[in-house]
């Protein structure tokens, strides 16, 4: 009786290496096929509590608060949120708990100076923003240009973006500190420098200048392969992000290892790049995607090994813009033990 119940059973529609992968790592394969039980997060807008019957009503669906963390509810994996007024409004955003949870355990407090190394897309980076509140900075760093100017669509749309600046840039060399720093400097470079560009507030209409100058560096760094460390492009800043009234020289100037330490970030995410095998979301979707697509991304020995590398880049990179006495979050949705280790 038992063989024909096993018989009929349905089969788990995940191919035999990535078994094996959980298998080595003590993993439960069914996780990852449970997408009817696996739960969707958003993340209320602070002051929208109000709103929440209203929010309800509109997506047809009470919400379930998540009782670890305010402003955070689960909502069934076929609840569209995308079409919604309180979405378009900047009311909620999707943000996976994991995510929330990260950025949680960074203890923002109110004037901090915070350092997101991989913020894009920007849910991470936008519920920063919420917690800071209006004082202290945020700077997001990301090296997919595209996926950067996502998360500058997120800061906008919700109207967080006043202490917010994103630089295009590789975070394990990114170099910048908060420009907190420049006040120590700015009146003698200003005065060194006979015609200073110096940041009026920010305009999506860039000059024709900048905008030929801009392109003709993301030509040479195409090819050149990236193989050069390129200075970091600023895509977006707000008015009070210590950039406005600043010169360039000033906001991209180099400092040393001593000033780091006393003018560094109090707050540093470093939310690694991986290759998300620890996201049931994300390996549910390679059954769209094709199986041959994670095995190339997530089983590759070659391809984790490089990722491995640059975690630790990010990481160190993290600890070196850190301020004395500040903390450091690292995620990763990796089940790899070794490799976290």
């Known amino acids: 009786m038992d063989e024909e119940a096993g018989a009929d059973a ?25 997408s009817q039980s696996t739960p969707r997060y958003i993340r209320l807008k602070p002051g929208c509590n109000t709103e929440l019957s209203e929010i309800e009503a509109e997506i047809e669906y009470k919400l379930e608060e998540v009782c670890w963390m305010p402003n955070f509810y689960y909502l069934p994996p076929d609840v ?5 007024k309180a979405y ?5 955003y999707g943000i996976d708990a994991a995510s929330g949870a990260a950025v949680f355990a960074l203890d923002i407090t109110p004037g901090d100076h915070v350092l997101d190394l991989c913020a894009a897309p920007g849910a ?14 945020v700077t997001g760093v990301d090296v997919a240009r595209h996926r950067l100017a996502a998360a500058r669509t997120m800061v906008q749309k919700y109207n967080l973006g006043d202490h917010c600046r994103l630089f295009v840039a590789n975070g394990s060399t990114f170099s910048l500190t908060p420009s907190r720093v420049e006040s120590n400097h700015s009146s003698c470079n200003a005065e060194a420098e006979e015609n200073p560009v110096i940041y009026n507030e920010w305009s999506p209409r860039r000059p024709w200048k900048e905008r030929k100058r801009m392109a003709k560096a993301r030509k040479d760094i195409a090819s050149n392969n990236c193989s050069q460390i390129q200075e970091p492009e600023l895509i977006f ?14 906001l991209f100037r180099n ?16 939310d690694a790049e991986c290759t998300h095998d620890g996201s049931i979301k994300h390996i549910q979707k390679f059954e769209q995607w094709g199986w041959k697509t994670l095995s190339r991304r997530v089983l590759d020995a070659e391809r984790t090994d490089e990722l491995t590398v640059l975690q630790l880049k990010l990481l160190s990179n993290g600890f070196r813009l850190l301020k004395f006495g500040g903390s450091l979050v690292y995620s990763t949705c990796r089940c790899l033990t070794f490799r976290i280790a």
Do not use: W
């Open 80 to 84: 569209r949120i995308a079409s919604t």
């Open 88 to 92: 378009q409004n900047g009311k909620i």
């Open 10 to 34: 349905p089969k788990l529609p995940l191919p035999e290496s990535f078994l094996d992968f959980l298998n080595d790592n003590g993993l439960d394969p069914s996780i990852y096929v449970a």
């Open 255 to 270: 400092i040393n290892d001593l000033e780091l330490s006393q003018f560094g970030y109090d707050k540093v995410l470093v």
């Open 237 to 250: 800043y707000g008015r009070h992000s210590g950039v406005v009234g600043l010169s360039k020289r000033d």
């Open 124 to 137: 991470k980076l936008c519920m920063i923003l919420d917690l800071l509140g209006c004082s202290g900075s």
